[in-house]
């Protein structure tokens, strides 16, 4: 599955050239302009199901790093300013993951947009 099939290849483009710059990337704006924050519980699942890249259940630092790359190959990494703060909004209970969570993912989408 790919990200494509969930979100529209528009979207994404959209959502990636917004944040081109070092240092600009808003994990609230880009789920908005790629419309991450319309989709279902399930969606945002199989999302993050795709960007756990090793199927741990968790988002750890190391894979957050690509998260844009693991949209479009061809994106930016992110910074570690930006990795550490993805990570800090995201990880509730401060274990230094994201958890595969759909519904706290789903929540976490919901209110921080």
């Known amino acids: ?12 483009d959209s959502a990636i050239k917004d944040c081109q710059a070092p240092d ?3 994990a ?3 789920f908005q302009i790629c419309g991450l924050t319309k989709k279902s519980p399930q969606d945002i ?3 993050f199901g795709i960007l756990d ?7 750890e630092e190391e894979e957050l790093k690509f998260f844009l790359q693991r949209f479009c190959p061809g994106a930016r990494v992110l910074t570690d300013k930006e990795t550490k703060a993805f990570l800090s909004a995201a990880d509730d209970d401060s274990d230094g993951m994201i958890g595969a969570d759909g519904e706290a993912i789903h929540t976490y989408l919901t209110y921080n947009s």
Request: no cysteine; aromatic share 10%; hydrophobic share 45%.
């Open 45 to 47: 699942k199989k999302v």
């Open 28 to 30: 609230k704006k880009f």
């Open 1 to 12: 599955m790919s990200l494509s099939s969930i979100l529209s290849a528009d979207a994404i």
């Open 24 to 26: 600009s990337f808003s």
């Open 53 to 59: 890249n090793d199927a741990s259940g968790f988002i």
